[in-house]
């Protein structure tokens, strides 16, 4: 007998429209767990259920889609108070930002936790601008704990990547415990300052909307014995 094998690809999740992607994905949370959130569409955001809570500063946070469950997994009780999902890759906006903080504003200021990316940084100074000129109180910290890429081209210095997780949960669980704005601000600080992290991946993501690999890393790298680098600077 003679076996044929071909080479599979795996699917790994159910895409209707990638145009649609990101708000199929909102409102399948929202049918899933509407005790522990609430979401709201255009523009898109996610709150606790209880959001705003009187008296408790809050915190937010956001990013682009496709790398769920940051930053809309993380949105409940001991965490974030809100978060603010952009378009795959791409980071949200400042109507979003600016109308989360408004949703979860309980008297007591809000921190903004941004990672540090040129696009995430720059809408959420906007958004805490606009929060500010309506009378709320925001702070925001800048995660970067990325030791890979402090010197790259690509990037505005040192990367918000695996530290904003604990940052999230650990500042959360603080404002949970009554901490005001400026405690919360200093524990989030102290996390990112002593927090260090690196990521890599075996092969490429795969955008929904290009519907193929970003890149092939491939096995004919005459450098791939003794270098560590990224795809770009190869």
Do not use: W
């Amino acid at each position: 007998m003679v076996v044929f094998l071909k080479e599979i690809s795996q699917m790994k999740k159910l895409i209707n429209k990638p145009e649609d992607v990101v708000t199929e994905s909102l409102a399948g949370m929202a049918t899933a767990h509407p005790d522990l959130i609430r979401v709201h569409f255009d523009p898109n955001y996610v709150i606790r259920a209880d959001a705003p809570v009187a008296g408790k500063m809050a915190i937010i946070s956001g990013g682009g889609s496709g790398h769920e469950p940051m930053h809309t997994g993380f949105v409940g009780r001991g965490m974030l108070d809100a978060a603010c999902p952009g378009h795959v890759f791409t980071s949200p906006t400042p109507d979003q930002m600016q109308a989360a903080t408004k949703a979860v504003d309980g008297g007591a200021g809000v921190l903004h936790i941004v990672k540090n990316y040129t696009g995430d940084v720059m809408n959420f100074e906007m958004a805490a601008e606009l929060c500010l000129a309506d009378g709320i109180e925001v702070a925001s910290v800048i995660t970067n704990d990325d030791v890979a890429v402090q010197n790259s081209l690509y990037t505005a210095g040192r990367r918000g990547v695996g530290i904003t997780v604990l940052a999230e949960k650990i500042a959360g669980a603080a404002a949970e415990r009554g901490m005001s704005l400026q405690q919360v601000v200093d524990i989030c600080r102290k996390v990112n300052e002593q927090g260090r992290s690196m990521g890599m991946a075996l092969t490429s993501c795969t955008v929904p909307a290009a519907g193929k690999p970003s890149f092939d890393i491939g096995t004919s790298c005459p450098l791939a014995r003794d270098c560590i680098c990224t795809v770009r600077s190869c």
